[in-house]
């Protein structure tokens, strides 16, 4: 059973920074994109940025221009920096992992805490 597990996330202070890393095992295969989502209390889960394996990098509006997603298909990792950080960006950070033929994979998420 495959198992996806989020580590890094904390409390930091706004304008502070965090680094996100997720890794999946067993590993993978057929990965067509690795992303992050994010919910905060009362909200819905929305999409922080995605990583495809064929074409470009992808982010919310709001973590624009602060947030960088890098990772590693073949070796089922990746990775959110987050720069500059704003208590509205208080959330469960959660990775997630998706399949040619359907695995769609979760991890249970990282708190992130953005003080101000």
């Known amino acids: 059973q495959v198992q996806v597990v989020e580590s890094g996330g904390g409390l930091v202070q706004s304008g502070g920074s965090l680094r996100l890393s997720c890794a999946a095992s067993?590993?993978?295969?057929?990965?067509?994109?690795m992303g992050w989502y994010r919910q905060a209390p009362g909200k819905q889960r929305e999409l922080v940025a995605t990583?495809?394996?064929?074409?470009?990098?992808n982010y919310a509006d709001s973590v624009k221009g602060r947030f960088t997603i890098s990772g590693d298909i073949a070796k089922n990792t990746v990775y959110l920096q987050m720069n500059s950080l704003k208590p509205e960006d208080t959330a469960i950070y959660y990775c997630?992992?998706?399949?040619?033929?359907?695995?769609?994979?979760w991890g249970r998420g990282t708190q992130v805490t953005v003080s101000s």
């Open positions: 990583i495809p394996t064929l074409g470009s990098t």
């Open positions: 067993p590993r993978i295969f057929s990965i067509y994109v």
């Open positions: 997630n992992i998706a399949a040619h033929g359907g695995g769609n994979y």
